[in-house]
């Protein structure tokens, strides 16, 4: 792994029967980077997400997540990692602080650290008031936000983050986003898989997957410069007309 990178990839696999989900992928993200995993719904990559967070195991292929091999420590991997899932990922018949408390224990963080934190984050997201209702009864933006600061609560030096704003209204969007690159201004990388394509914009390079293959790898300007396109959707467009697999 050179010098600065935190996650690394070389031929990643993955096959279910005989259908393979993720086609010997390469690359690395370098630490604070925002790093956007691109592609349309069933490209492939929440399959290779879930492999790089330890979650399933490659079929073939090698690759390292803070410096952590995915076939023989991803329990480390996790330890080191946070994570927000495309489905939405905290516990809605807890409260706010009891969702923050449950997910700081189980991180090992100290009662102090839980305590100052949770206090931060509330103060952070105005959730002051209703850091005492249950997580089911705020709004979905507000879920989300509130997912992604669950996330990093351990302070981790990578989060995954799976299509974090579908659903999501445009101002919320914008909103996430600003969280993001306040997250990789304290030095945190983050990983972020969506289909938006003009979400695009705001990652620091993006990677675009087709049929489980890494089509096109660089930064947004690079790539429209590349594919003589105005737009990432008109890039997407054009590396997207020979999939085979359907939406």
């Not at 259908?19 to 925002?34: L, T």
């Not at 994570?83 to 009662?111: A, C, H, P, W």
């Not at 306040?182 to 675009?208: K, L, P, W």
């Amino acid at each position: 792994m050179t010098k600065g990178t935190v996650i690394q990839a070389e031929g990643l696999t993955k096959q279910f029967g005989d259908f393979i989900a993720v086609d010997h992928i390469s690359f690395e993200v370098k630490k604070g980077e925002i790093f956007g995993f691109l592609g349309a719904n069933g490209a492939g990559k929440t399959t290779a997400m879930r492999m790089l967070c330890g979650l399933s195991m490659p079929t073939s292929g090698k690759a390292t997540v803070a410096g952590f091999d995915v076939y023989k420590e991803n329990e480390a991997i996790k330890r080191s990692i946070g994570y927000m899932s495309q489905k939405f990922s905290l516990y809605e018949d807890l409260t706010v602080k009891e969702n923050m408390r449950f997910y700081g224990g189980i991180y090992g963080k100290s009662d102090a650290f839980i305590k100052q934190k949770t206090a931060f984050i509330l103060e952070h997201l105005k959730l002051e008031k209703e850091a005492n209702l249950l997580v089911k009864s705020l709004p979905l933006g507000w879920k989300q936000k509130l997912a992604f600061s669950v996330a990093v609560f351990h302070e981790p030096e990578i989060v995954f983050l799976d299509e974090p704003t579908g659903g999501v209204d445009p101002v919320t969007r914008r909103e996430f986003w600003s969280m993001i690159y306040e997250a990789a201004d304290q030095g945190t990388t983050v990983f972020v898989t969506t289909h938006y394509m003009d979400e695009a914009e705001y990652c620091n390079r993006v990677s675009i997957m087709v049929d489980g293959r890494i089509e096109a790898l660089d930064t947004t300007i690079a790539l429209k410069k590349k594919y003589e396109a105005d737009s990432m959707d008109e890039v997407f467009l054009k590396l997207a007309r020979g999939a085979k697999r359907g939406e």
